[in-house]
T-cell receptor
Framework: AQKITQTQPGMFVQEKEAVTLDCTYDTSDQSYGLFWYKQPSSGEMIFLIYQGSYDEQNATEGRYSLNFQKARKSANLVISASQLGDSAMYFCAMHSNSGGSNYKLTFGKGTLLTVNP | NAGVTQTPKFRVLKTGQSMTLLCAQDMNHEYMYWYRQDPGMGLRLIHYSVGEGTTAKGEVPDGYNVSRLKKQNFLLGLESAAPSQTSVYFC?????????????FGPGTRLTVL
């Protein structure tokens, strides 16, 4: 069974500063994928970034980067130069690529990020 | 492209009533999913489908049924609603790929069961 743990229920950051949102995962599979989604107060789920377990480079998408430490089973999201519009709930999720089950996502409980002006 | 749409956006039911939530996607995706989101719980998978005519149970399937008669539609049914089913329901879809499998989400349906 897979498990995602997000230990920070809430985080605060000053505008223009960087922030790291923590995510640890547990799986016995060798092939898996890690995702981060953003959920603003309007409620929609917005895909941010993906990291495959065999990807050698950390994933980056604009101001988002994923600090992937496979041995520690962590996949932290780093947001650089925070903006007020980054205030939202952030979810870490994973799926396994083993046995053809790569379509089921397991989500963490989320971290509520507040960006202060 | 509309992406993933959900109908209705809001609904209030009384205990014991039934209803169907409709999810539609226009991206020709093979996989479709229903999740529920409760405060402090993240998203949990209710049921999913890997293709037209197929469905399977997820993490929290009790009290729900699903059908996928057409590739573009995935219906979630509540036969006898209970207050514990008060939640926000999200539908998602994804293409068939061997590894990277981003799920595209609908806007959600907020359901209240009194």
């Amino acid at each position: 069974a897979q498990k995602i743990t997000q230990t920070q229920p809430g985080m605060f950051v000053q505008e223009k500063e960087a922030v790291t949102l923590d995510c640890t995962y547990d799986t016995s599979d060798q092939s898996y994928g890690l995702f981060w989604y953003k959920q603003p107060s309007s409620g929609e789920m917005i895909f941010l970034i993906y990291q495959g377990s065999y990807d050698e480079q950390n994933a980056t998408e604009g101001r988002y980067s994923l600090n992937f430490q496979k041995a520690r089973k962590s996949a932290n999201l780093v947001i650089s130069a925070s903006q007020l519009g980054d205030s939202a709930m952030y979810f870490c999720a994973m799926h396994s690529n083993s046995g053809g089950s790569n379509y089921k996502l397991t989500f963490g409980k989320g971290t509520l990020l507040t960006v202060n002006p | 492209n509309a992406g993933v749409t959900q109908t209705p956006k809001f609904r209030v039911l009384k205990t014991g009533q039934s209803m169907t939530l409709l999810c539609a996607q226009d991206m020709n995706h093979e996989y479709m999913y229903w999740y529920r989101q409760d405060p402090g719980m993240g998203l949990r998978l209710i049921h999913y489908s890997v293709g037209e005519g197929t469905t399977a149970k997820g993490e929290v399937p009790d009290g729900y049924n699903v059908s996928r008669l057409k590739k573009q539609n995935f219906l979630l049914g509540l036969e006898s609603a209970a207050p514990s089913q008060t939640s926000v329901y999200f539908c998602a879809s994804s293409p068939w790929e061997s590894s990277y499998n981003e799920q595209f989400f609908g806007p959600g349906t907020r359901l209240t069961v009194l």
